[in-house]
């Protein structure tokens, strides 16, 4: 499947990015889960003050960070509570 793609895939570059749409799709809720557990671990009662866009930026951040290192991150909040910028 995969040779055949390599070998097509260019030819029909509609279907190709049809395809990576509906194949890259979770097959069940564990994604949405550990999404789920980034976000109650950085939204804590202390950090509950933080924007929706900081903290869905601060997700994005953790899982990008997760994916890359394989491993679970704590991410340290305190500029941002404070108003100030943070960078990665």
Known sequence: MKAWWR???TDHPLLTALARRVLTQPVSAASC???WAVWDAI???RRNRLGSQKL???VYVAHNWNVEHD????????SVEDGGTWSV
């Open 7 to 9: 070998r097509h895939g």
């Open 33 to 35: 889960e550990r999404n």
């Open 43 to 45: 939204h804590t009662a």
């Open 56 to 58: 869905s930026d601060l």
């Open 71 to 78: 491993d679970v991150v704590e991410v340290e909040c305190a």
